[in-house]
């Protein structure tokens, strides 16, 4: 096909066709992807409320390890950067070991 030699409203009659093959090209490509899915998960004994369920790991939060001395409930776990009390702390001469709950 030669689109150079089609006229304006060819193009747009040849834009709406083409739309109009992919929508209906999406719609048979996501059913036969539901099928397949499906398919699958009968091979595992899966129902499709197993397949869509998330199963998320519930993660226990991180307990302090250690605290401000003045005032407990400011906390850290000693994980990421050290709060702006911390560093204040250690650099007034007091110790991790201090601050340790």
């Known amino acids: 096909m030669q689109i150079e030699t089609l006229s304006y409203p060819e193009l747009l009659q040849l834009k709406s066709d083409v739309e109009s093959e992919i929508a209906k090209r999406e719609q048979?490509?996501?059913?036969?992807?539901?099928?397949q899915i499906l398919e699958i998960a009968?091979?595992?004994?899966?129902?499709?409320?197993?397949v869509l369920?998330?199963?998320?790991?519930?993660?226990?939060?991180v307990e302090a390890k250690?605290?401000?001395p003045d005032h407990p409930e400011m906390t850290?776990?000693?994980?990421g950067r050290k709060p702006v009390w911390v560093v204040e702390l250690l650099a007034a001469g007091k110790t991790l070991a201090d601050l340790a709950i």
């Open 28 to 35: 048979e490509e996501k059913s036969k992807a539901r099928k």
């Open 76 to 79: 850290w776990t000693g994980r």
């Open 42 to 50: 009968r091979t595992y004994g899966l129902s499709v409320e197993e």
């Open 66 to 68: 250690y605290s401000h």
């Open 53 to 61: 369920s998330k199963s998320v790991s519930v993660r226990k939060p």
